[in-house]
């Protein structure tokens, strides 16, 4: 939705808005009828009526109600965790401070319509960005950028939408958007302070381009990646972040539950490997993990023991693979084969989310031509990933490559609610075959980077 549309009060915050208190009175309402009867009444409900009203300020101040935000499935979750949280200690000090006067603790209810509400209100966002079709490749943009740069994302756009970009010479009431590159601002700062300035005045969002890429396609642009500054300014800084040990305590009671759960699964798939392909039914691989440790990996076997023989990037044809057997087929479509992986999970070799974990022998040829390859080996290996909802499986050196821009964008972000939603985008992911996912590859024809004048292919039949 593009224009004066976009930016009608009504689209943008009443109607979600309004939305939002069906849902929150809904959830209330299920709540007491499910526990406490008595308190359906109207004397009730004008005592949550202020509390209702914080609620929507701090839905608001998450960014429950920017349409660019919601866009983004990482930072929709990102918020309604945010909102949740807040939400439930405005609520307990809410019914604390007015006890005496409200005489209602509602304690209970209050978790259960918190929670349930944030639930819903992600699927309502969802239906709104299917009712506005808003698409951030349909808005028109000024585009502050070098010709390096501009001419990567005019391709980038193209390749992925098969539209150009609508595109607008000057600031005015048409404008969408203004996307500013960091270094032709710094060139022309004059003219960038005015540009900023009457888009500030008019109300127009200002991001930089490669936040800009990264929104459309999920991915860091390889014209950023490839410096060594990139490093320093994203990922190292956060290494020492609560996150990691918050996801260990996580990832053991997961694991260790999920292992519980499929034990009759793995058992049943381990009988009928051995039974019908007269396999060893486990099998292992020396894979490269968390900062370059080798660890043994654990699957279900779906190819013959000696398929590792023809070593990396075996060449494919149509994505598929000639070695694995029509039980091993089965086993891929539904992820069962990656169930045993939980085992390592456990044991701390791998995360429940990270970059996956590759065969020692493709890193070895990658990390000579990749640049910033081995800065995914700084947060531990995952069963699924960001590259693994977004991208097919490698069927060539540079499905590698391009899987690995997915990566970085994990890195760059990498945090709870990002983990979150790879989860759910995990379940969704593990009923879409791999032929029906988009494999868009990265254009290269403007600003080159240096890794894509090598052919991968070449190195690997020196080896």
Known sequence: MTGVWSRLWLFRFLIPAAGDVFILLTAMTASFAIREPSLLSPSVYLSF?????????????????????IRDFVALVGGLLASGVVSWVLGSTYFYLLSPYLKLTPKTHLVFTVAVAHVAMLGWRRVILSLTRFNLMRLRLLVLADPVHFQFLREAATTQSGEGLDLA??????????????????????????????????RI?????????????????????????WALEHVLPRMDHLYFKVRRVVDIVAAAFGLLLMSPLLALAAALIWFFDGFSPFYDQERVGYLGRTFVLWKLRTMPPDADAAGPFRPQEKGVDARVTRLGRWLRRFRIDEFPQLWNVLRGDMSLVGPRPEWVKEVEILEKEVPNYHLRH???SGITGWAQVYYRATNDPLDSVEKHHYDLYYLKHFSL????????????????KDTRVASVKTPFSAGRARWTEADVSTIIRRR
């Open 205 to 229: 969002s200002i991001v930089s381009l490669d936040n800009f890429y990264e929104s459309i396609f999920g991915k860091v642009s390889p014209l950023y990646a490839s410096d060594p500054a």
């Open 417 to 432: 609610a990002l983990d979150l939603s790879i989860l759910l985008k995990t379940v969704k992911r593990v009923f879409i």
């Open 169 to 202: 010479d000057a600031v005015g009431p048409t404008v969408d958007l203004v996307v500013a590159e960091s270094g032709w601002v710094e060139k022309h700062w004059k003219d960038a302070r005015e540009i900023f300035s009457e888009a500030v005045a008019r």
């Open 49 to 69: 009526a202020p509390l209702l009203l914080l609620w929507l300020a701090t839905f608001y101040a998450a960014g429950l109600y920017e349409l660019r935000l």
């Open 378 to 380: 700084l947060v531990p």
